[in-house]
């Protein structure tokens, strides 16, 4: 409740007890209105709850709304009648002891509905009980004494009329054990009459309207309720909110559940019928004015169904029996008494079926196990009625709400002044209104009202309502709260009629009409029609009126006593148990939802005693709390209570009010709880409270979302954590596969290497193809870059070396094709001539090498133009310069060697020396030294001829090259050693002496030879 006094202002205050101004009627309206207007219907006053009647289906009574109010702390959650149930039903547990709710208010103000939400609290909120039905049979109770005993009245169109008393039992665990109903007071003259607009028990329509067609015609019934006389006086047989045909299924089914047998139903309904039919029955006077049946029909009917001879029947409704002392007579009625008696033997059967029926749900709801229960009883009996004209019913009424109200000061005040023993506060006492003194004016023996209406019912003479209302004037007269026309004073007597009197009740002043008063008291029912009931076979009336009827002849009690002494009971009953009180409350007579009738509100506050009630509670401290939840709630507000408090609660509290500056005479400390008295300062403590929580609301949101954000860190983290390892398990493991893969790799690398010379097998064959493609591999990207470096070829492993040497040849054609193809027509011709010459002199003569390199060309000389010309036709190919020895001393010549198609020609510039046929040419010598000398050895054959030529020529090799091109002999040139002898002229030789010296020499040797030295070619 705390939580919600700072939403006071927009929809009040939720207990009126901690309203400032709360002796002021307006006040206390205000605060219904304001909540009522936001459809919150329920107020508490402490721990009473004010309901207001919504008129319409609030969306409250969920089973969710069951749920959030289920072990809730009273004060917890906005009021409800489900805070309510369940604080008591959770009191009840904890402390083993019994209560009641007792709900009361005006016709039409909710008490009934009441009484059934905290009933289906129970049955649905309870743990379930060993037997299981009683939840079922509890809730099935109410539709069947609804039926038989609620009516539609102008104030409610399912008035309640009777009061209602019902014990739940419960077993210690809480689960509903059993039940007990006491019915209060049935408004029994409703079965012969019924106002304008108002109905009979609904019982009657709902047989007539929904009873099938064998029932009714096994009673005797027609279905139209225009034709039952009993039925037909409101002229309102059909009410829109009553839907009568679905309540006949519910009772029956409910009949069923609470262990009514076949006969027992026909019975309680041959009942019904009768009471129809007896109501049908009029008379006629004969011809002395005594009262006869005017048709037999009913009679023929009321005699099947009860079970009563016709004859009987008729007697005991036409005749009244005469006690004398020493016989009885039968003295005929007149139509008047006998209309009187018809009436009240319909409304005793009724009524006592009524109790009957009662009992009979008691015995289904009775709880056979012996061990110990606990229980809670619901009163939904009628509030304080005050109608403009009052009678005996309202005056029963309205006492019993005395006795209420006197037995609720009585525990309030009893439980206040306990609640202050007990924690050990001086009592103080609570100025208040004892309503002791009108209990006793109705009450009191001998001299209370009840007293001298009984005695004016019993007296012999002609007692009247009005000698009555003489009496009570004379006897109770000066009473302070009872007044007459005849007592009042001047200006009080315009208000009264002579045949009234006014009650100053607790909650009001009430005047009553004394008319009908000794009757209804009376409530005669003459003994023969008693007697006429107890010869039936209908097994219900047998039981209602049994033969053994205690004390035949005395007078029975009165209803006025008879009220008194169960009235009595009642209190007995409650004053044992713990109270809780829900006090309901009508918006409007309209019946209609939003409308807040100011004056009708104002008048039930007053009437409910409601102003009373506060004032009460309010006497001593308007709030109190447990030490625990007082310091739970407020504790944000001293920091030395927050957020722990170490010590006990109550030292806490002590330290929290004393840092909020308390009044010592606003507060005080009991054993449990702590008191305050005035609201202003709990509202005070609220309002700090409010403004501190949202500090306290942002402090705890920045710590949750730290609290959160880390949470979420130190997850993400666990998971990065997790991830990782994973990880690196995964990539370990990989790393390992790989490395087992590689140490696999090795081993048998190594070993392949190991036996590499072995022949292939499945040891060696990887290590042996990786050797291949590592060695081809290395050689493409190694291959020689030309012919000439094909030395250069990678060395093969052993594996290899056939291979290599195939690819070798492959590649050195390859490149030879690639070369050969390349090259010119002018050089292969070229090299065709220097094969041929290495051919000739590769190996075999020393300076051989030297001349590889330079490439051999054209020619070596431009000749003259005029040798050109001589020579003309013969086709000149090469010349070369040369150095002629001559024949005669060997001198040295320069002369030009020149080679044509025919002939060589030896030239000295213009002058062709001699010309020398290749056909005379026999050979030519040259030495295996490195000189360039070359004798070409002609024929010569007569002395004329001129002998062998000795020449040296620098283009030795390229000259000789030619020259054996072009005379193409073989062993055409000779390479010799030593000397060479030739033929200076024919018949005269010559030689040439070879020979290796330190220095390229030719010259004419002592012995006439021509010497020729050439250095080494390895020394050059
Ligand atoms: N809490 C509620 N929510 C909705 N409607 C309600 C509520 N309480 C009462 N009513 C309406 O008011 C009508 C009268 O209520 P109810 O029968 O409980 O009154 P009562 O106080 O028992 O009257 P009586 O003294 O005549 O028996 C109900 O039939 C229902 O229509
Ligand atoms: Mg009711």
Partial sequence: MEASLTARDRVGIQDFVLLDAYTSESAFLDNLRKRFQENLIYTYIGTLLVSLNPYKELDIYSKKQMDT???????????????????????????????????????????????????????????????????????????????????????????????????????????????????????????????????????????????DQELLRWLGLENNCQHYNYLVQGNCAKVRSIDDKSDWKTVRKALAVIDFSQSETEHLFGIIGSVLHLGNITFEADASGYAGLRNGRQLHWLSKLLGIPAQVLQQGLTHRKIETKTDEVFSPLSVEHAVYARDALAKAVYGRTFNWLVNKINES????????????????????EVFTLNSFEQFCINYCNEKLQQLFIQLTLKSEQDEYETEGIEWEPVPFFNNQIICDLVEEKHRGMISLLDEECLRPGEASDLTLLEKMEDKIGGHP????????????????????????????????????????????????????????????????????EPDQKKRPETVA???????????????SKEPWYVRCVKPNEAKEPGRFDDALVRHQVKYLGLMEHLRVRRA?????????????????????????????????????????????????????????????????????????KHKLATTIQAKYRGYRVKGDY????????????????????????????????????????????????????????????????????????????ADSWLTPPPVMKEASMFLKQLFIRHMVRKYVRGISQERKAQLVLKAQTSSMFKGRKENYPLSVRSPFLHTRIDMNVKVLQMMEHENVKYGVPVVKYDRNGFRPRPRQLVFAREAAYLLDRAKIKQRIRYGSLKGVSVSNLSDNVLILHVTCDDIKQKGDLVLQCDFLFE?????????????????????????????REGFVDFRSGHESAVYRAKNGHLTVESTSAKSR
Avoid at 655 to 681: A, C, N, S, W
Avoid at 715 to 730: M, P, Y
Avoid at 959 to 972: G, P
Wanted: glycine share 8%; charged share 25%; net charge positive.
């Fill in 69 to 211: 109010y289920m072990g809730v702390n009273f004060f917890e959650l906005p009021p409800h009648i489900y805070a309510l149930a369940d604080n008591v039903f959770r009191t009840m547990m904890s402390e083993s002891n019994n209560h009641f709710i007792l709900i009361s208010g005006e016709s039409g103000s909710g008490k009934t509905e009441a009484s059934k939400k905290i009933l289906h609290f129970y049955a649905v909120s309870c743990p379930s009980s060993k037997i299981l039905n009683v939840r079922d049979r509890l809730l099935l109770s109410n539709p069947v004494l609804e039926a038989f005993g609620n009516a539609k009245t102008l104030k409610n169109d399912n008035s309640s009329r009777f009061g209602k008393y019902m014990d739940i039992q419960f077993d210690h665990q809480g689960g509903a054990a059993g039940g007990h109903i006491l019915s209060y007071l049935l408004e029994k003259s409703r079965v012969v009459h019924q106002n304008r607009g108002e109905r009979n028990f609904h019982i009657f329509y709902q047989m007539l309207e929904s009873g």
């Fill in 365 to 384: 709801l009775a709880n056979t196990d012996s061990s110990r229960k606990t229980v809670i009883g619901l009163l939904d009996i009628y509030g304080f």
């Fill in 481 to 548: 709260h009872f007044v007459t026309h005849k007592l009042a004073d001047q200006k009080t007597r315009k208000t009264l009629a002579r045949g009234d009197f006014r009650l100053l009740h607790y909650a009001g002043e009430v005047t009553y009409g004394v008319g009908g008063f000794l009757d209804k008291n009376n409530d005669l029912l003459y003994r023969n029609g008693k007697e006429v009931m107890q010869q039936s076979k209908n097994a219900i009336i047998q039981h209602c009126f049994p033969l053994s």
């Fill in 561 to 575: 006593t008879q009220f008194k002494s169960s009235l009595a009971g009642l209190t007995e009953i409650l004053r």
């Fill in 620 to 692: 001593g401290f308007a709030y109190r709390r447990k030490y625990e939840i007082f310091l739970q709630r407020y504790k944000p507000l001293c920091p030395d209570t927050w957020p722990n408090w170490s010590g006990t609660a109550a030292q806490g509290v002590r330290v929290l009010v004393q840092h909020l500056r308390y009044k010592p005479d606003e507060y005080k400390m009991g054993r449990t709880k702590i008191f305050i008295r005035h609201p202003r300062t709990l509202f005070a403590t609220e309002d700090a409270f409010q403004v501190c």
């Fill in 714 to 789: 130190q997850k993400r983290k666990e998971a990065a954590t997790k991830i990782e390892n994973c990880w690196r398990g995964l990539a370990a493991r990989k790393e390992r596969q790989q490395r087992e893969w590689a140490v696999g790799i090795i081993k048998r690398f190594i070993k392949g290497f190991m036996t590499r010379h072995q022949p292939g097998g499945a040891v060696n064959r990887e290590y042996l193809a990786y050797v291949r493609h590592n060695y081809l591999t290395r050689l493409k990207e190694n291959l020689p870059e030309t012919l000439l470096r």
């Fill in 959 to 987: 000259a000789l090259a030619k020259l054996n091109a072009i005379v193409d002999k073989r062993d055409f040139i000779r390479v010799v050693q030593g000397s060479v002898r030739f033929d200076i002229q024919h018949g």
